[in-house]
């Protein structure tokens, strides 16, 4: 008994310790497969990857290059985010025919809607071609010639590796440059919109909710993927046809419960994992709290004039959300970071590394990266502080700089390119850029710059501000700016742009609010990019060394994976709850009352449809509930990303039992430092998807096309 007691004990253990990670399908089976049937899968790694059969992958696409999506039917119906669609959707809506307010369903398949530029991308095999890549590269001496010659040898292999004329090779590096794989891929470019819920299901809870648990939003939306009676990818065309697919997945309302084996897949797009302490350091102390404080203030402004006029309101909602996004990401980040101790833990395991260094002998070529890194972070600081400045208030969230630095590339393109592309790019601007303006209020504006500037004068290091923002009176020059530069409205920017080349020039050159953009632009690209991106690129070297120091005195158990890079990946873990704070415990499970919990009557981000409301009196949940309850959302230790939204989430025996669409916010350090203590990604669940599509929207059309797989039968 005891014993058998202590076998669990240690079993547990291994598990926990076990969980995180962004693997390659095609090395599951050596790396991962048992670990993976130990958390309780059943399937073998050849199902979900394989070169000759068909296997999940084949039914995992990147949707429209950000996001991902899954097969769900052999008619090439596929399933992503609400979020990831929210531009289609938008495309699509006019006041008479509102879709993101409304919802859309198509009840047949002539109903669904063809969108211009939509596409999905499979991948078709994925081979190794690191040898290749790095052949001749040793022997270079400098890191420029180097990335040379790996560019070379990446052109010259991507074109000729072998592939059928539709589709197309990318070569992607791993391990931060210790690793190169190939990836043959399929791209589909006739995709059609075919079902979304209302904004006040698919994005319940909306910016207040976002990052954050208990979460109850149905973020997901269908589409539908078309072929060429071949089955092959074609530009969209009356006579294309549902796409066959080579793999679909079953949907499983069979349920689920805490511990339950999960895996994602999906295209995660950025992670970190493997900086030295010295490098997160400077992003808990220095970068990120200079990025929040800049649009913490810009955001603080248009929300104020947001609440006061709807006009406004919707001007900005698009921007506003967008920049939210990442604001309220890198908060729970740095809080997450300090929480969990990541650089104390980042610098144990440098200590540790250091030590493994001289037991292997290799202290002459991995003895001083640590000292190095050090070094060169140092060094970097202040332009990298400049660089987050420059981009957050000049490139993103001042629109009157951002649309001044158009211009600026402008002058430049006379400069480089002559006369006629200068008129082209003019001509270009002054028809495209009444879009920008559209959503242009100059009063928001006005306020978030007077803002911004102060920051920027206070803050910007100052050896590198121009002489344009020295000792200014941020209000007197906002006002300065804002009654006579031309930037503010489409008509006088127009105006700006009448007139040859030399006549535009001279405008420009005379107008306040270019000049201050030219300063800001001119100022930063001789202080600041150079030195910049000299200790970037020496930074890039010395994580790559790092990085195979690493996976050669690592052991198999240390379970290196390779940082996220866009590219087709697995993780997996366990359904599981959290404890956010002292004295909180978290559920991994929400369900539709937690909905009537939330319920603002006609808030824009808590109001609930009337129908819903209904379904939820009369408790018709029909197969899709679970002891009178509406399961909507729940959460699992999946190591996941940006990117990672719209991935399905699969059971132990690979059917869907959900839609990947965000983190937690006290774990999404998870890009920078895995903590499966507070580390989870949350997914809407598939019984809630089937239950709206079914009950709320009454498309049994879709339904009728899924493969289903029932609840056991209660004896
Ligand atoms: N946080 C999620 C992700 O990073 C969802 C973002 C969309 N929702 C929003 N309210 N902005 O993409
Ligand atoms: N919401 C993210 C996405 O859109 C997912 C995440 O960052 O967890 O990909």
Request: proline residues 3%.
């Amino acid at each position: 008994m005891r014993f058998i007691k202590l076998l669990l004990l240690l079993f547990v253990i291994q598990t926990q310790a076990q969980q995180g990670g962004i693997w390659i399908p095609s090395l599951l089976k050596g790396m991962n497969e048992t670990e993976m049937k130990n958390l309780g899968m059943k399937i073998s790694a050849e199902e979900i990857y394989s070169v000759n059969n068909s296997s999940m992958k084949d039914a995992v696409p990147q949707f429209n290059g950000g996001c991902t999506a899954e097969v769900i039917s052999d008619k090439g119906l596929i399933l992503t985010n609400h979020h990831c669609g929210f531009d289609v959707i938008q495309n699509h809506s006019t006041v008479e025919h509102d879709y993101l307010q409304d919802g859309f369903w198509a009840y047949k398949m002539e109903e669904e809607l063809p969108n211009k530029d939509l596409v999905v991308m499979f991948v078709v095999r994925i081979d190794d071609v690191t040898t290749k890549i790095l052949e001749g590269v040793a022997a270079l001496s400098s890191e420029a010639e180097k990335q040379k010659k790996i560019q070379e040898n990446i052109a010259s292999v991507t074109n000729s590796s072998a592939k059928e004329s539709w589709q197309e090779n990318k070569i992607r590096t791993f391990y931060d440059g210790n690793q190169y794989l190939l990836f043959v891929t399929e791209t589909y470019k006739d995709v059609r919109f075919v079902g979304a819920p209302p904004s006040s299901i698919g994005k319940f809870g909306s910016d207040t909710d976002n990052w954050v648990w208990p979460r109850h939003t149905g973020d997901f939306s269908l589409f539908r993927i078309y072929a060429d009676k071949n089955n092959r990818p074609a530009a969209y065309s009356a006579d294309n046809v549902p796409f066959k697919p080579k793999h679909f997945f079953p949907i499983s309302i069979a349920g689920l419960k805490e511990n339950d084996f999960t895996m994602v897949m999906g295209y995660p797009g950025r992670t970190t994992e493997y900086l030295p302490s010295v490098a997160v350091n400077q992003i808990i102390e220095t970068l990120n709290p200079a990025k929040i404080e800049i649009r913490d203030a810009a955001l603080k402004v248009q929300d104020r004039f947001m609440r006061k006029s709807q006009a406004i309101k919707i001007q900005y909602a698009s921007k506003y959300a967008s920049v939210a996004n990442y604001w309220k990401k890198w908060i729970g980040e740095t809080k997450g970071l300090r929480k969990s101790n990541a650089v104390a833990a980042k610098q144990k395991f440098e200590k540790e590394f250091q030590q493994k260094v001289i037991k292997a002998g290799k202290q002459a070529e991995y003895g001083n990266l640590l000292t190095d890194f050090e070094k060169n972070y140092t060094e970097i600081k202040d332009y990298a502080l400049a660089r987050d400045y420059f981009t957050e208030v000049a490139l993103r969230n001042s629109e009157i700089l951002t649309v001044g630095y158009k211009l600026y590339q402008l002058e430049q393109i006379l400069n480089s390119k002559g006369e006629q592309s200068f008129t082209d790019r003019k001509n270009n601007l002054s028809t495209g850029i009444d879009e920008f303006y559209k959503d242009y209020n100059a009063d928001v504006d006005r306020n978030v710059f007077e803002q911004l500037i102060g920051l920027y004068a206070a803050n910007y290091p100052k050896q590198f501000l121009p002489e344009s923002l020295k000792n200014i009176d941020a209000s007197k020059l906002t006002t300065d700016i804002f009654t006579n530069s031309k930037l503010t409205s489409l008509e006088k920017f127009r105006s700006l742009l009448e007139g040859d080349s030399k006549t535009v020039l001279e405008k420009l050159n005379n107008d306040k609010g270019y000049q201050l953009i030219k300063s800001m632009t001119e100022a930063f690209s001789k202080n600041v990019a150079p030195k910049y991106d000299e200790l970037n690129l020496k930074n890039i070297a010395l994580q790559r060394t790092y990085m195979k120091a690493i996976l050669e005195l690592s052991q198999k158990s240390d379970r290196i994976f390779p940082d996220a890079n866009s590219t087709l990946r697995v993780t997996y873990g366990k359904v599981k709850g959290y404890k956010p704070n002292d004295g909180v415990v978290y559920e991994p499970f929400t369900y539709l009352d937690g909905i009537m919990e939330k319920y603002i009557p006609g808030d824009y981000e808590f109001d609930v449809p009337k129908k819903l409301i209904d379904l939820y009196n009369t408790k018709d949940y029909g197969n899709y509930g679970v002891n009178g309850k509406m399961p909507v959302c729940f959460i699992a230790t999946n190591h996941t990303t940006g990117g990672n939204s719209g991935s399905p989430a699969l059971d132990a025996k690979g059917n869907l039992i959900g839609l990947n669409f965000d983190r937690v916010w006290e774990g999404t350090m998870s890009d920078i430092y895995y903590s499966p203590e507070i580390c989870r990604n949350i997914m809407v669940d598939a019984r809630y998807v089937l239950f709206i599509i079914d009950k709320f929207a009454g498309a049994k059309n879709i339904i009728n096309e899924l493969k289903i797989i029932q609840p056991a039968k209660k004896k």
